[in-house]
């Protein structure tokens, strides 16, 4: 019945969640669903590892953005990502890029260039909702992507990475990345974009002693495998938290959020929820 309530009301043509998923046992399946937006969360064990995944529909684009510690850009705050998202009334919410922790990548907020250099794959967040790729060494000067920026009408920008599939093709690299672990098993998370403001969020922990985390690779093809025609890789390990209605999703790793900068979110467009 739920998912066929969201498709009458957002015109969902296919979900990544079904009742044919086997969750792990003792987890749980969580929800929100208004004229406006749909998530749902749930965990399931694959290759040994757990995967937690909230799957996100939007009637509008303003309704996915990016929250920075206080409000601001380049503040010292450090918060939890649960604690972002209650302050911001957040439907869903992940942890980012953790920008203020490393140097790399374009970082856009409303629309500017605050940081710029091109180590790293970077995913723009368009006006339409699209996440747009940029490689590394794509753009060499800050002007230029400010002029990117402008051309694709870019609102915000996570720095990380690197891409995992674009275009419904896996491109992830081999061995050196700047950020993060990419041959050995690691605590992942990542973004994907099923289709037009439709959204897979996922996170890879372990849920018990014996369980193991994923390689890129690893986590590539489950990306993929979830319909993703792009995800890109976020910050993960002890950063990489989902939050639904500002509860911790998935099992942290260590057991414990890390305080962090930044957040990014999707909000119901209903008044009562602003």
Not at 222 to 232: P, Q
Not at 235 to 255: E, R, S
Request: proline share 3%; aromatic share 14%; glycine share 8%.
């Amino acid at each position: 019945w739920l998912l066929d309530e969201a498709s009458a009301l957002l015109g969902i043509d296919e979900f990544v969640f079904s009742t044919d998923i086997k969750t792990i046992p003792g987890s749980e399946i969580n929800y929100y669903l208004d004229e406006t937006i749909f998530a749902i969360t749930w965990r399931e064990s694959i290759h040994n590892s757990a995967y937690t995944f909230a799957e996100v529909k939007i009637a509008h684009a303003s309704q996915f953005r990016r929250f920075l510690a206080s409000g601001t850009y380049g503040s010292d705050k450090l918060f939890v990502t649960t604690q972002m998202a209650s302050d911001v009334n957040a439907v869903l919410a992940s942890s980012g890029d953790f920008y203020k922790f490393r140097n790399l990548g374009t970082i856009v907020h409303d629309g500017v260039v605050k940081r710029h250099n091109s180590q790293v794959d970077t995913c723009f967040i368009d006006d339409k909702g699209d996440l747009i790729f940029t490689y590394r060494g794509e753009i060499a000067k800050t002007d230029e992507a400010q002029r990117f920026v402008d051309e694709n009408n870019i609102r915000f920008s996570i720095a990380f990475g690197p891409v995992l599939v674009d275009n419904g093709v896996r491109c992830e690299p081999y061995g050196y990345y700047p950020c993060g672990e990419i041959e050995d098993p690691y605590a992942r998370a990542g973004l994907g974009q099923i289709g037009e403001l439709h959204y897979l969020v996922a996170t890879c922990n372990r849920w018990q002693v014996n369980n193991s985390t994923a390689t890129i690779h690893d986590f590539a093809q489950v990306m993929l495998d979830k319909k993703c025609w792009k995800a890109y890789t976020l910050d993960g390990g002890q950063t990489g938290v989902i939050a639904l209605d500002g509860k911790m999703m998935n099992p942290a790793q260590y057991g414990s959020q890390r305080f962090i900068s930044d957040i990014f979110y999707f909000a119901t467009a209903l008044p009562d929820g602003e």
